[in-house]
């Protein structure tokens, strides 16, 4: 099986920063792309930033600039470092992963169950 774990997630100020990980576990062959998502309160769960396996990043307009996603394929882990944090960026930040594991061989999804990150004012 699979697993995805992530941390990092507290409790700022507006204009502070926070780092994001996500480790993926367990029976891995290979990740192919990674990304984040969030969900704020009474909204949908939003993509807004993924990486490829060759670490091509691609971010959604709403973070483009504050946030900046990396992976370390060698620890089987995704980052995500946002600067300049807003109130509206409150939400639970989820990670999911496109993993070929050892069983099923074939790649799908596998989420975490998030980290909430909350923006006081």
């Known amino acids: 099986q699979v697993q995805l774990v992530e941390s990092g997630g507290a409790l700022v100020q507006a204009g502070e920063s926070l780092r994001l990980s996500c480790a993926a576990s367990?029976?891995?062959?290979?990740?192919?792309?990674m990304g984040w998502y969030r969900q704020a309160p009474g909204k949908q769960r939003e993509l807004f930033a993924t990486?490829?396996?060759?670490?091509?990043?691609n971010y959604a307009d709403s973070v483009k600039g504050r946030f900046t996603i990396s992976r370390d394929n060698a620890k089987n882990t995704v980052y995500l470092q946002m600067i300049s944090l807003k109130p509206e960026d409150t939400a639970v930040y989820y990670c999911?992963?496109?993993?070929?594991?050892?069983?099923?061989?074939?790649?799908?999804?596998?989420w975490g169950k998030g980290t909430l990150v909350t923006v006081s004012s």
């Open positions: 990486i490829t396996s060759g670490e091509n990043p």
């Open positions: 367990g029976s891995i062959v290979s990740i192919n792309a």
């Open positions: 999911k992963a496109q993993v070929v594991a050892t069983w099923p061989r074939y790649a799908r999804d596998y």
